[in-house]
């Protein structure tokens, strides 16, 4: 069974500092990998989708890197700001229309 | 973003009562999902559809049915709602390329559901 495990839970750091969010899966077999945002009270936004034949993604001031042999993705915030304050959760697929499962997430807070 | 509605987004109700939550779509895709969020359990999948009248069950179905007569629209009922199924229910869509590992599960908004 696949577990998908985000450390740590919550994050605090201060504006203009880089952020960095780990999650790690335990079955390597995977699909792809995608990560999220989900704001308080909010539904769920598609940050970065990586395919399980590549190794980062990049998009603006985010990039993701994926070692599917040690079962590691990291995504990287640069330059973080207030508004990036939210939760990321990471989440793999095991093949094409199957559920994701999710890790339980980060919480971050930047502070001003 | 992905045209995903849900209706209500809020509700309350008492136990043993009948529940229906909608997820409506305006993307056409063909598979859509039930999720739902709890503090220590993070999502988990509850039922998906593959199709018009094609579902199958997820990891925490007991207590859960759906129906799909249309392509935009899945719904989830609680047969009789108890406590315990007091959540967030997130309601997701994805078109499967099976061609390449692109497929990306885009999201409803969620509905918040409390049972008494």
């Known amino acids: 069974k696949q577990e998908v495990t985000q450390i740590p839970a919550a994050l605090s750091v201060p504006e203009g500092e880089n952020l960095v969010l780990n999650c790690s899966f335990t079955?390597?077999?995977?699909?792809?990998l995608q990560w999220f945002r989900q704001d308080p009270g909010k539904g769920l936004t598609s940050l970065l989708l990586i395919q399980s034949s590549q190794r980062e993604q990049t998009s603006g001031r985010l990039n993701a890197s994926l070692d599917k042999s040690s079962g590691r993705s990291t995504l990287y915030i640069a330059a973080s700001q207030p508004g990036d304050s939210a939760t990321y959760l990471c989440?793999?697929?095991?093949?094409?229309?199957?559920?994701?499962?999710f890790g339980g997430g980060t919480r971050v807070l930047v502070k001003p | 973003d992905a045209g995903i509605t849900q209706s209500p987004r809020h509700k309350v109700t008492e136990t043993g009562t009948p529940v229906t939550l909608r997820c409506h779509q305006t993307e056409n895709h063909r598979y859509m999902y039930w999720y739902r969020q709890d503090p220590g359990h993070g999502l988990r999948l509850i039922h998906y559809s593959y199709g018009v009248k094609d579902t199958d069950k997820g990891e925490v179905s007991d207590g859960y049915s759906v129906s799909r007569s249309k392509t935009e629209d899945f719904l989830l009922t609680l047969e009789s709602a108890t406590s315990s199924q007091t959540s967030v229910y997130f309601c997701?869509?994805?078109?499967?390329?099976?061609?390449?590992?692109?497929?990306?599960?885009?999201f409803g908004p969620g509905t918040r559901l409390l049972v008494l």
């Open positions: 079955d390597s077999a995977i699909y792809n």
């Open positions: 997701a869509i994805s078109e499967p390329t099976w061609t390449s590992s692109q497929e990306t599960q885009y």
């Open positions: 989440a793999v697929i095991k093949a094409a229309g199957n559920k994701l499962t």
